[in-house]
């Protein structure tokens, strides 16, 4: 079974930055588009970022500019470096995986990151 574990979350102040991570195991993990969601209270889901199996990103217009999503293939991981942040991105962030043309269905647990001053 696919696992993907998020990490990273916290409090932090407006304008400040924040580095989340998702660890994949029981994958092949460079044969996956990698992606974050992110869920608020009262707010439709929102996929923020995606990267593909070749690397290259795509951001939801909310975060570009600040956000940056990135992979290490050799250990399994993705990442989600996010500046600057606002006080509408906290939500609970997730981690997903698809295969090419496939569908998102491999959920982690997610990790809360809380914008406040």
């Known amino acids: 079974q696919v696992q993907l574990v998020e990490s990273g979350g916290g409090l932090v102040q407006p304008g400040g930055s924040l580095r989340l991570s998702c660890a994949a195991s029981?994958?092949?993990?460079?044969?996956?588009?990698m992606g974050w969601f992110r869920q608020a209270p009262g707010k439709p889901r929102e996929l923020v970022a995606t990267?593909?199996?070749?690397?290259?990103?795509n951001y939801a217009d909310s975060v570009k500019g600040r956000f940056t999503i990135s992979r290490d293939n050799a250990k399994n991981t993705v990442s989600l470096q996010m500046n600057s942040l606002k006080p509408e991105d906290a939500a609970v962030y997730y981690c997903?995986?698809?295969?090419?043309?496939?569908?998102?269905?491999?959920w982690g647990q997610g990790t809360q990151v809380t914008v406040s001053s």
């Open positions: 997903n995986a698809r295969i090419t043309r496939g569908t998102w269905e491999y």
């Open positions: 990267i593909t199996t070749g690397g290259s990103p």
């Open positions: 029981r994958i092949k993990f460079n044969a996956y588009t």
